[in-house]
């Protein structure tokens, strides 16, 4: 059946240093994207999303990338903090009804001082 | 905003006992959904609901049932609880817009079947 899957289980980088977050996906057909992020025992807190007539977004230090030819999603976190540290869940939407996600394993990222 | 809330946060449940969790959004989110998030695994979808009156099974139903009688609740039942059933689980919410349907999450009830 269809997945999104991610590379990396886990990633270490260091306070200051940006980070990137891979998650690949198997369906073509998906046409929306999320990014999640996820603390210790709370639940996933949206951080940004892509449509899939876009190839990059902007936010606040995050950016999200789309590859559609690869079908690749990558979430790059600009001076990374102690407080991203969190796992981290792309998500996609296929072009059915219902408004379904399928959400990846995750990563986690963990931000050495 | 509350946001999404869901009660309880955590719950411990015997072999064969029900019990119901409930979730509720002050938003006026159309869509809500249930998930289950296993230990080191991504959420899977339980249950979802398009409306008020309207729900539809999602990847794992089996074992939990779901009504939607308003557009701010959307409990989930557990009529049988078994040991597999031991997750923590995850309400949301979106409200469809052009085709951008972020849900947002509350903060999850942790259920233990012992």
């Known amino acids: 059946g269809e997945s999104v899957g991610l590379h990396l289980p886990t990633l270490s980088v260091q306070e200051g240093d940006n980070s990137i977050i891979n998650c690949a996906y198997s369906?073509?057909?998906?046409?929306?994207f999320i990014w999640y992020k996820q603390e210790s025992g709370k639940g996933p807190q949206f951080i940004i999303d892509i449509r899939s007539n876009m190839d990059k977004r902007q936010g606040q230090r995050v950016t999200v990338l789309l590859n559609k030819t690869v079908k690749h999603l990558s979430l790059q976190i600009a001076a990374t903090q102690p407080g991203d540290s969190a796992v981290y869940f792309c998500a996609e939407k296929g072009a059915g009804g219902g408004n379904k996600l399928t959400f990846g394993t995750g990563t986690q990222l963990k931000v050495e001082l | 905003n509350a946001g999404v809330t869901q009660t309880p946060k955590f719950r411990i449940l015997k072999i064969g006992q029900s019990m119901t969790l409930q979730c509720a959004q002050d938003m006026n989110h159309n869509y809500m959904y249930w998930y289950r998030q296993d230990p080191g695994m991504g959420l899977k979808l339980i249950y979802y609901s398009v409306g008020a009156g309207i729900t539809d099974k999602g990847e794992v139903p089996n074992g939990y049932n779901v009504s939607r009688s308003t557009t701010e609740d959307f409990p989930l039942r557990l009529e049988l609880a078994a040991p597999s059933q031991t997750s923590v689980y995850f309400c949301a919410s979106s409200l469809r817009d052009r085709g951008t349907d972020t849900q947002y999450f509350g903060p999850g009830t942790r259920l233990t079947v012992l």
């Open positions: 369906n073509s057909a998906s046409d929306y």
